[in-house]
């Protein structure tokens, strides 16, 4: 196990070059409107533990954006690249922790539809399949701490993984999960037959 440099927020606080590189994301974040860099610019603001005003705006930037996309992307009925590309999958991490933490405030109609609209746009099998398990869950009537103490692997995780920022790793396989919730798998699919259908009109 790695153990991380120690880091001197106050000397941080005062250093003029990560200073200049906060001020350099915030204007690239606001001219090309990345997500990516959001999360980045957020990163280095927790790290010096700036203003929760600071760091509030930061996420709601972040959120806002990536809902904004979201729109563009089911309009024109486009996927996220999650493994390829860094923005799609900044979008993707936006919209699953804003739908993780409607699910912990139980506002679980909202984080259905978010999660089965990840389902929808993900371009990636497994992914797909793990955003279906989240969406099941809460039609289940699980609540948020049932699914995380009861259905997720802890374990399982891999910090590495560029995708792991999503519960991907449940205490059953997959295919196991889906099969036990096949009639929310069938329920989830029928919500979203109206997106299905704009996609082949």
């Known amino acids: ?15 003029p070059e990560f200073l200049a590189n906060i001020k350099r994301l915030e204007e690239e974040c606001r001219d090309e409107e ?39 992307y089911l309009s024109t009925h486009k996927s996220f690249d999650v493994v390829n590309d860094i923005e799609e999958r900044a979008i993707a991490r936006a919209i699953y922790e804003h739908a993780m933490q409607r699910y912990s405030e139980n506002d679980k109609k909202a984080a259905k539809e978010m999660f089965l609209v990840l389902y929808h746009t993900i371009d990636h099998e497994e992914l797909k399949d793990a955003m279906m398990i989240h969406a099941c869950a809460v039609m289940a009537g699980n609540s948020f701490d049932n699914f995380v103490q009861d259905m997720v692997d802890v374990q399982g995780i891999d910090e590495t993984d560029p995708l792991a920022f999503f519960i991907q790793t449940f205490v059953q396989p997959n295919d196991i999960l889906l099969t036990m919730f096949a009639k929310y798998v069938a329920q989830g699919k029928e919500e979203l037959k109206v997106l299905e259908e704009e996609k082949k009109a």
């Not at 196990?1 to 250093?15: C, Q």
């Open 34 to 72: 990345s997500i990516a860099k959001g999360y980045q610019l957020l990163d280095a603001h927790l790290v010096i533990e700036s203003p929760e005003d600071e760091i509030n705006e930061v996420f709601t930037f972040i959120v806002n954006t990536a809902f904004d996309r979201l729109a563009e």
């Open 1 to 15: 196990m790695k153990t991380m440099p120690e880091i001197h927020v106050e000397e941080l606080k005062k250093d």
